[in-house]
Nanobody, 123 residues
Framework: QLQLVESGGALVQPGGSLRLSCATS????????ITWFRQAPGKDREGVLC????????TYATSVEGRLTGVRDNAKKAAYLQMSSLSSEDTAVYYC????????????????WGQGTQVTVSS
């Protein structure tokens, strides 16, 4: 059974940094792309970025380019979302999702999801 558990969400001040973790179990992470999604209050969930099997990343949300980066550690069965220069617009519940094979942008491509972790950017 594929399981993903996010952690690391917190209240952070504007301009601050945060690292989210996505712990995985029940599958071989090496074979799966991991995408980070987020859902802000009152908005649809959106794809943020995908960490491909080989470790490269595809950024889907242009507003995060240069500020949010994705990293995977297959040995630790985990993926991470490193966030910097945070603003109130980054306030959202962040989810990681797994897909066997290559990255894909839409939610419907992902069958395994974590429960989400809350990131709040506020002074």
């Amino acid at each position: 059974q594929l399981q993903l558990v996010e952690s690391g969400g917190a209240l952070v001040q504007p301009g601050g940094s945060l690292r989210l973790s996505c712990a995985t179990s029940g599958f071989t992470l090496d074979d799966y792309a991991i995408t980070w999604f987020r859902q802000a209050p009152g908005k649809d969930r959106e794809g943020v970025l995908c960490i491909a099997v080989g470790g490269s990343t595809i950024t889907y949300a242009t507003s995060v380019e240069g500020r949010l980066t994705g990293v995977r550690d297959n040995a630790k069965k985990a993926a991470y979302l490193q966030m910097s220069s945070l603003s109130s617009e980054d306030t959202a519940v962040y989810y990681c999702a797994a897909r066997r094979g290559s990255c894909a942008r839409g939610e419907s491509w992902y069958s395994a999801w974590g429960q989400g972790t809350q990131v709040t950017v506020s002074s």
